[in-house]
T-cell receptor
Framework: QKEVEQNSGPLSVPEGAIASLNCTYS??????FFWYRQYSGKSPELIMS????GDKEDGRFTAQLNKASQYVSLLIRDSQPSDSATYLC????????????FGKGTHLIIQP | ETGVTQTPRHLVMGMTNKKSLKCEQH?????MYWYKQSAKKPLELMFV???????ENNSVPSRFSPECPNSSHLFLHLHTLQPEDSALYLC??????????????FGSGTRLTVV
């Protein structure tokens, strides 16, 4: 069974602080990992992708991957109220035509 | 138009109706997907099309019937649905599902209500 696990939250973070979102996955052969942001009533929007162990930075966002621990995280620095959304972790297990497996998402609230 | 467009945005249908959802992508991608998003559940993959061929059907009931006439268009035909099928139906596209380096681009979704 392919699974992607996230804490559903809500995760409340004060404005300007670092928000840390976590995700674990069950399949050791997973190859590609993605973070999507979904505002209420909107569709998911891709914000980060990561494929190799370590950190990947893009602006205020940093994705971290540890394949040995089957763990991927997203850090948001200098959190803004506009970052309030649900963040979905997605895993492309083994590539091919299996499609992405999504977690339930973490609801993030940035408090002004 | 750019990106992935879905129509209609909202749909209310009776259990005996037949309707279709439409998705069109303008990104030159060669794979398209249907996902179902229900409250408090993860996105559920329904169908995958790669180069216009269906490559995955995740045990979806036969009352959902996909069609992919070309790499830019994807349909989901609906008939005799149940109230529990009410959800947000999302279409997505990507470049080559065998390539690990691309995520999906989602359409805005169709909010379906079955009465």
């Amino acid at each position: 069974q392919k699974e992607v696990e996230q804490n559903s939250g809500p995760l409340s973070v004060p404005e300007g602080a670092i928000a840390s979102l976590n995700c674990t996955y069950s399949d050791r052969v997973s190859q590609s990992f993605f973070w999507y942001r979904q505002y209420s009533g909107k569709s998911p929007e891709l914000i980060m992708s990561i494929y190799s162990n370590g950190d990947k930075e893009d602006g205020r966002f940093t994705a971290q991957l540890n394949k040995a621990s089957q763990y991927v995280s997203l850090l948001i620095r200098d959190s803004q109220p506009s970052d309030s959304a649900t963040y979905l972790c997605a895993v492309n297990i083994g590539g091919g035509a299996d499609g992405l497996t999504f977690g339930k998402g973490t609801h993030l609230i940035i408090q002004p | 138009e750019t990106g992935v467009t879905q129509t209609p945005r909202h749909l209310v249908m009776g259990m005996t109706n037949k309707k279709s959802l439409k998705c069109e992508q303008h990104l030159g991608h060669n794979a398209m997907y249907w996902y179902k998003q229900s409250a408090k559940k993860p996105l559920e993959l329904m169908f995958v099309y790669s180069l216009e061929e269906r490559v995955e059907n995740n045990s979806v009931p036969s009352r959902f019937s996909p069609e992919c006439p070309n790499s830019s268009h994807l349909f989901l035909h609906l008939h005799t649905l149940q109230p529990e099928d009410s959800a947000l139906y999302l279409c997505a596209s990507s470049q080559d599902p065998g390539h690990h380096n691309y995520g999906y681009t989602f359409g805005s979704g169709t909010r379906l209500t079955v009465v």
